[in-house]
């Protein structure tokens, strides 16, 4: 396993704040997911549970505005070729 890319996204989350309130943060979750496939151009993305436990720290209707990932992008060789993963955390 090859350990590539680290950098750190702000993530907005600011558009979370227009949906109805019991959905937020399951929602914020999903935009979270779709940033950093966006931005890595990596469809497998993990997100650490830090990362779920901030989204969810003030419930299910009031998720943060925005928040600060951790990424690191890893290459691993199979037999099929090679596969992109993608790990996000908490930054500090």
Known sequence: MDIGEERIYVIPLRKVKGIPKGKRSPRAIKEVRS??????????????????????????????????????????????????RVNAFLAE
Do not use: Y
């Not at 436990?53 to 990424?71: D, M, Y």
């Open 35 to 84: 940033f950093l496939v966006k931005h890595t151009k990596t469809e497998d993305v993990i997100i650490d549970n830090s990362i779920n436990e901030l989204i969810w720290k003030r419930g299910i209707e009031k998720p943060p505005s925005r928040i600060r990932v951790r990424v690191i992008k890893e290459e691993t060789d199979t037999d099929e070729g090679k596969i992109e």
